[in-house]
Protein backbone atom coordinates (compact mmCIF):
# COMPACT_ATOMS: atom_id res chain seq x y z
CA UNK A 1 0.00 0.00 0.00
CA UNK A 2 1.59 3.02 -1.31
CA UNK A 3 -0.37 5.94 -1.91
CA UNK A 4 0.06 9.80 -0.51
CA UNK A 5 -2.25 11.09 2.18
CA UNK A 6 -3.15 14.76 1.99
CA UNK A 7 -3.31 16.92 5.40
CA UNK A 8 -3.16 15.71 8.30
CA UNK A 9 -4.45 12.06 8.93
CA UNK A 10 -4.39 9.21 11.36
CA UNK A 11 -6.12 6.18 11.53
CA UNK A 12 -7.62 4.78 14.98
CA UNK A 13 -6.64 0.84 14.91
CA UNK A 14 -9.65 -0.12 16.74
CA UNK A 15 -13.03 -2.02 16.39
CA UNK A 16 -15.20 0.00 18.80
CA UNK A 17 -17.21 2.50 17.28
CA UNK A 18 -17.55 4.18 20.94
CA UNK A 19 -13.47 4.97 21.27
CA UNK A 20 -13.46 5.95 17.40
CA UNK A 21 -16.48 8.38 17.50
CA UNK A 22 -15.02 9.89 20.84
CA UNK A 23 -11.18 10.30 19.29
CA UNK A 24 -12.81 12.11 16.33
CA UNK A 25 -14.65 14.68 18.29
CA UNK A 26 -11.56 15.54 20.03
CA UNK A 27 -9.04 15.37 16.85
CA UNK A 28 -11.28 17.46 14.61
CA UNK A 29 -10.70 20.21 17.07
CA UNK A 30 -6.86 20.04 15.99
CA UNK A 31 -7.82 19.63 12.10
CA UNK A 32 -6.72 16.37 12.49
CA UNK A 33 -8.45 13.72 10.14
CA UNK A 34 -9.19 10.16 11.44
CA UNK A 35 -9.91 7.15 10.01
CA UNK A 36 -11.30 3.57 11.40
CA UNK A 37 -8.86 1.36 10.75
CA UNK A 38 -10.05 -2.44 11.80
CA UNK A 39 -6.65 -4.46 11.96
CA UNK A 40 -6.42 -7.60 13.60
CA UNK A 41 -3.75 -6.88 17.00
CA UNK A 42 -3.24 -9.38 19.58
CA UNK A 43 -3.47 -7.43 22.89
CA UNK A 44 -0.90 -9.11 25.13
CA UNK A 45 -1.97 -9.84 28.39
CA UNK A 46 -0.08 -7.21 30.96
CA UNK A 47 -0.52 -5.14 34.13
CA UNK A 48 0.73 -2.12 32.01
CA UNK A 49 -1.25 -0.36 29.81
CA UNK A 50 1.20 1.27 28.16
CA UNK A 51 3.43 -1.80 27.40
CA UNK A 52 -0.43 -3.32 25.68
CA UNK A 53 -0.79 0.24 23.79
CA UNK A 54 2.99 -0.09 22.69
CA UNK A 55 2.56 -3.60 21.55
CA UNK A 56 -0.55 -3.11 19.73
CA UNK A 57 -0.04 -0.01 17.74
CA UNK A 58 3.95 -1.66 16.46
CA UNK A 59 1.70 -4.41 15.33
CA UNK A 60 -0.99 -2.22 13.62
CA UNK A 61 1.27 -0.16 12.00
CA UNK A 62 3.36 -3.43 10.71
CA UNK A 63 0.27 -4.15 9.17
CA UNK A 64 -0.87 -0.93 7.81
CA UNK A 65 2.45 1.26 7.11
CA UNK A 66 0.08 4.23 7.82
CA UNK A 67 0.27 6.93 11.09
CA UNK A 68 -1.87 5.06 13.31
CA UNK A 69 -2.91 5.28 17.36
CA UNK A 70 -4.11 2.78 19.76
CA UNK A 71 -5.94 3.30 22.78
CA UNK A 72 -5.63 0.95 25.90
CA UNK A 73 -7.66 2.02 28.89
CA UNK A 74 -8.59 0.85 32.18
CA UNK A 75 -10.43 1.20 35.89
CA UNK A 76 -8.89 0.97 38.74
CA UNK A 77 -10.55 0.66 41.74
CA UNK A 78 -8.25 1.36 45.35
CA UNK A 79 -10.73 -1.04 47.58
CA UNK A 80 -10.40 -3.92 45.08
CA UNK A 81 -6.70 -3.30 44.90
CA UNK A 82 -6.78 -1.69 41.23
CA UNK A 83 -8.89 -4.06 39.86
CA UNK A 84 -9.97 -4.65 37.18
CA UNK A 85 -7.06 -2.53 36.20
CA UNK A 86 -6.20 -3.20 32.77
CA UNK A 87 -8.62 -6.13 32.35
CA UNK A 88 -11.85 -3.77 32.43
CA UNK A 89 -12.57 -5.02 29.12
CA UNK A 90 -12.58 -8.37 29.67
CA UNK A 91 -14.42 -7.70 33.25
CA UNK A 92 -17.25 -5.65 31.70
CA UNK A 93 -17.55 -7.87 29.08
CA UNK A 94 -18.33 -11.03 31.75
CA UNK A 95 -19.36 -9.51 35.00
CA UNK A 96 -20.58 -6.11 33.44
CA UNK A 97 -21.23 -2.85 35.39
CA UNK A 98 -23.54 -5.01 37.95
CA UNK A 99 -21.24 -7.43 38.97
CA UNK A 100 -18.56 -4.92 39.83
CA UNK A 101 -21.10 -2.93 41.69
CA UNK A 102 -21.94 -6.53 43.61
CA UNK A 103 -18.77 -6.22 44.29
CA UNK A 104 -18.76 -3.05 46.14
CA UNK A 105 -21.92 -3.47 47.38
CA UNK A 106 -20.64 -3.21 50.97
CA UNK A 107 -17.32 -0.67 50.54
CA UNK A 108 -17.64 2.98 51.31
CA UNK A 109 -14.22 3.61 49.93
CA UNK A 110 -15.51 3.88 46.48
CA UNK A 111 -12.44 5.80 44.78
CA UNK A 112 -11.35 4.94 41.50
CA UNK A 113 -9.13 6.13 38.50
CA UNK A 114 -9.82 5.98 34.94
CA UNK A 115 -6.47 5.43 33.03
CA UNK A 116 -5.91 6.02 29.45
CA UNK A 117 -2.98 5.15 27.23
CA UNK A 118 -3.00 6.59 23.52
CA UNK A 119 0.41 4.87 21.18
CA UNK A 120 0.93 6.47 18.42
CA UNK A 121 3.89 5.07 15.58
CA UNK A 122 4.57 6.40 12.18
CA UNK A 123 7.33 5.66 9.47
CA UNK A 124 8.88 8.78 10.49
CA UNK A 125 9.27 7.51 14.48
CA UNK A 126 11.91 5.13 15.76
CA UNK A 127 9.27 3.81 18.31
CA UNK A 128 6.08 4.81 19.33
CA UNK A 129 5.05 7.67 21.32
CA UNK A 130 2.81 7.54 24.33
CA UNK A 131 0.24 9.86 25.72
CA UNK A 132 -1.30 8.91 28.97
CA UNK A 133 -4.32 10.53 30.53
CA UNK A 134 -5.94 9.75 33.83
CA UNK A 135 -9.46 11.17 35.62
CA UNK A 136 -9.87 10.29 39.34
CA UNK A 137 -13.31 9.75 40.25
CA UNK A 138 -15.30 7.23 42.80
CA UNK A 139 -17.83 4.06 41.72
CA UNK A 140 -21.22 5.52 42.23
CA UNK A 141 -23.78 2.93 44.19
CA UNK A 142 -26.05 2.37 40.70
CA UNK A 143 -25.77 2.32 37.21
CA UNK A 144 -26.67 6.01 36.22
CA UNK A 145 -26.54 6.55 32.21
CA UNK A 146 -28.87 10.08 31.92
CA UNK A 147 -31.49 10.39 29.49
CA UNK A 148 -29.64 9.86 26.11
CA UNK A 149 -28.13 6.81 27.51
CA UNK A 150 -24.49 8.15 26.46
CA UNK A 151 -21.40 6.69 27.05
CA UNK A 152 -20.29 2.61 27.17
CA UNK A 153 -18.76 0.07 29.59
CA UNK A 154 -17.78 1.50 32.88
CA UNK A 155 -19.05 4.95 32.19
CA UNK A 156 -22.33 4.55 33.74
CA UNK A 157 -20.87 3.86 36.82
CA UNK A 158 -18.04 5.91 37.17
CA UNK A 159 -18.49 9.81 38.57
CA UNK A 160 -15.47 12.33 38.25
CA UNK A 161 -14.68 14.46 40.96
CA UNK A 162 -16.32 17.41 41.72
CA UNK A 163 -19.13 17.03 39.04
CA UNK A 164 -22.41 15.22 40.35
CA UNK A 165 -22.37 13.18 36.92
CA UNK A 166 -21.36 10.06 35.54
CA UNK A 167 -19.52 9.77 32.13
CA UNK A 168 -22.59 8.06 30.80
CA UNK A 169 -24.49 11.39 31.98
CA UNK A 170 -22.33 13.78 30.26
CA UNK A 171 -22.29 14.69 26.57
CA UNK A 172 -19.33 13.16 24.32
CA UNK A 173 -18.02 16.40 24.72
CA UNK A 174 -18.21 17.17 28.22
CA UNK A 175 -16.64 13.56 28.99
CA UNK A 176 -13.84 14.33 26.03
CA UNK A 177 -12.70 17.38 28.86
CA UNK A 178 -11.44 14.97 31.27
Do not use: W
Not at 41 to 57: G, H, M, N, P, R
Not at 113 to 118: K, R, T, Y
Amino acid sequence: MNFQLKGRVIFFATNNVNKFNEARVVLVEYKIAVGMLRVKTLEIQSDSLEEIAKTSVMEAFRKCHLPVIVEDAGLFVEALKGFPGPYAAFTHKTVGNQGLLRLMEHIDARKAEFQSVIAYCSADLESPICFKGEVVGEITRRERSGKNNQGFGFDPIFKPNNIDKTFAEMTVAEKNKY
